[in-house]
């Protein structure tokens, strides 16, 4: 019809993939309308209720998922879900937000695992990043590479420690918001967090360039001092600001450790 040959081609292509190994949609203008179609789609049934049941899937929600996740992974989008998600709910009155973002990320971790990364990898790295599905093959990848570390499954267990004794501590109401590193006075709580600070510099320089797996190994170093650490020093000191210096020496750990995949998933 003479029609511009990008409105041509987003059309032959918006309903991509259309099956399980089906090429996804070429271009900008093609992929923007499968996402868009999709989005709108599950968005619009979610709202009114219509969710997948079992096995039945009558309207191709799990495939409109799987659908998007391909496209933004295959084509390398730099684009984040929740901001995709949140504008596909605009035209509808419904709160089913975090549910779609939740239905996506299933069909995501099935497809991951097909590609051969393992169940405690992909929950590792999804339960810290959902901005950007880009990214994430290339964080699991780095997760791979950190698990064949000498030092990995000790400081695997060693941030499912930290997790289980910050999520008791919160739940006993204790705040490390206004810590003082000054009421760090052990040897090995003071070489530990100088370790901390000192890796995390480095490690963010890595980070911010892309390069996660050099971010996930430059922690290997914390092994000795965190073991130290917990050899020699009482987390739940009787002192309150020590408690909380401690706490919050820990909470520095977790968050410099943490951006790329949540290690403590990893611990056997």
């Known amino acids: ?70 496209i933004i992974v295959e084509r390398k989008l730099p684009l984040s879900l929740n901001d995709l998600v949140d504008a596909a709910f605009e035209p509808f009155k419904s709160n089913a937000q975090v549910e779609l973002v939740e239905f996506i990320n299933e069909r995501f971790a099935g497809y991951l695992k097909d590609l051969g990364f393992s169940t405690l990898q992909v929950d590792a790295v999804l339960s810290r990043n959902r901005l950007q599905p880009s990214l994430v093959p290339l964080q699991l990848e780095a997760v791979k590479a950190f698990q064949a570390l000498p030092e990995a499954e000790s400081l695997a267990s060693a941030n499912k420690r930290v997790a289980n004794i910050l999520k008791q501590a919160e739940a006993k109401g204790e705040s490390y918001a206004n810590a003082e590193p ?27 360039k892309g390069d996660y797996a050099g971010y996930l190994t430059s922690f290997s170093v914390l092994k000795a001092p965190v073991d130290a650490f917990f050899e020699k020093v009482m987390v739940m000191a009787d002192d309150p600001k020590v408690r909380r210096s401690r706490l919050a020496l820990l909470h520095d750990l977790r968050e410099a450790m943490n951006r790329v995949a949540d290690i403590s998933k990893l611990a056997a």
């Open 1 to 70: 019809d003479g029609g511009p040959q990008a409105v041509a081609d987003a059309i032959g292509g918006h309903y991509r993939p259309r099956f399980a190994g089906d090429e996804v949609p070429q271009g900008p203008v093609a992929c923007a309308v499968a996402l868009a179609d999709k989005l709108d789609t599950l968005a619009g049934l979610l709202s009114i209720g219509q969710q997948p049941t079992g096995d039945k899937d009558p309207f191709g929600l799990r495939r409109a998922a799987l659908g998007i996740v391909r």
């Open 182 to 208: 000054g009421e760090l006075t052990e040897p090995a709580e003071r070489a530990l967090s100088e370790a901390i600070r000192s890796t995390s510099e480095k490690a963010a320089a890595l980070y911010d």
